[in-house]
Structure formats: structure tokens, C-alpha cells
């Protein structure tokens, strides 16, 4: 190990080649991601609103539009599941440098139980900081932003 700290070129340019080789697979991930997320929001949205106009219209009887609520609180779990499977395979490839596109995701789905643990504790200390105050929610969004690595 040198002694000697590295100037800003030698800086830049590692981390310039850290970004060539993991770039692409990172990018994949996140298109693949958004893509399938986009579509759950769209098909949420149509469920709610178009299906409650039709319903309302078709039948008289109220039984149908506590199923298409039914419907749609399903749609947001499986919305919030996805999103944290996508977090946890997004943070996956970053921190591993030899997984490819399924084996984050495959890592992800490993570690998504966990990860809605530490989700959950770093909302509530997070929410909790902004009870007391924009300057300690400020703080606590800096002191716990590492928690997820």
C-alpha cells in the first residue's frame, strides 16, 4: 500500500474505468426495473379508475366496487413488494462486481425480507427526526443513508 494519496486524475480515470465495466449491466437492471414497475402503475391506474367508471355504470349492486378496491389494495402490495425486490437488486449489483442481470435479481429476491427490515427501521428513525424537526431529520437522513449497504 502507497503512502502517497492519488491525484484527481488517477481519481477520475479509475473510476472511469469502473463505470465501463459496470455500467450495462447496472443500466439493465434499472430499464428492466422501471419497465416492469411502469406497467404495475398503469395497470393500477386503469383498475382503479376506468374499472370504478365502468362498474358504477354497468351494475347497481355496491359489491363490486369493494372487489375492485380489493383489487386494487392487492395491486399496491404487489406494487410495494416489486419496488423493494428492485431495491434490493439494484443495491445486489452494485455491491457485487461478478453478478450478471438474473443473479441480482435472484440476489435480491434472497435478501428482500431483510431489506424490508431495514427499510422499515430507517423510515420510522427518518420520520421520527422529522417529528422533531427539519434539522434532525435532515441529520438522521445523513447519519443512517449508508444503512442499506
Same mark, same amino acid.
Given at each position: %500500500? ?5 491525484? @484527481?486524475?488517477?481519481?477520475f480515470s479509475?473510476?472511469?474505468e469502473?463505470y465501463k465495466?459496470?455500467?450495462? $449491466? ?6 428492466i426495473?422501471t419497465?416492469?414497475l411502469?406497467? %404495475?402503475?398503469?395497470?393500477?391506474a386503469l ?14 349492486d355496491q359489491?363490486?366496487i369493494y372487489? /375492485?378496491?380489493? /383489487? ?5 402490495l404487489?406494487?410495494? @413488494?416489486?419496488?423493494?425486490w428492485?431495491?434490493?437488486? %439494484?443495491?445486489?449489483? @452494485? ?16 435478501y428482500?425480507? $431483510? ?15 422529522? @417529528?422533531?424537526g ?6 438522521c ?8 449497504y
Open positions: %500500500m502507497s503512502s502517497e494519496v492519488a491525484s @484527481i486524475g488517477e481519481i479509475t473510476s472511469w469502473e465495466e459496470r455500467a450495462l $449491466p447496472i443500466f439493465a437492471v434499472v430499464l426495473s419497465a416492469i411502469f406497467g %404495475m402503475v398503469i395497470i393500477l383498475t382503479a379508475g376506468f374499472g370504478g367508471t365502468v362498474l358504477v355504470h354497468i351494475k347497481a359489491s363490486w372487489i /375492485l378496491i380489493a /383489487l386494487s389494495c392487492f395491486l399496491i404487489v406494487i410495494t @413488494i416489486l419496488a423493494l428492485v431495491h434490493t437488486a %439494484m443495491l445486489a449489483i @452494485i455491491v457485487d462486481e461478478d453478478l450478471g442481470i438474473i443473479e441480482a435479481f435472484q440476489r435480491g429476491w434472497e428482500l425480507w $431483510p431489506m424490508t427490515w431495514v427499510l422499515t427501521i430507517f423510515s420510522g428513525i427518518i420520520v421520527t427526526g422529522f @417529528i422533531f427539519i434539522l434532525p431529520g435532515i441529520l437522513c445523513v447519519w443512517f443513508s449508508f444503512s442499506f
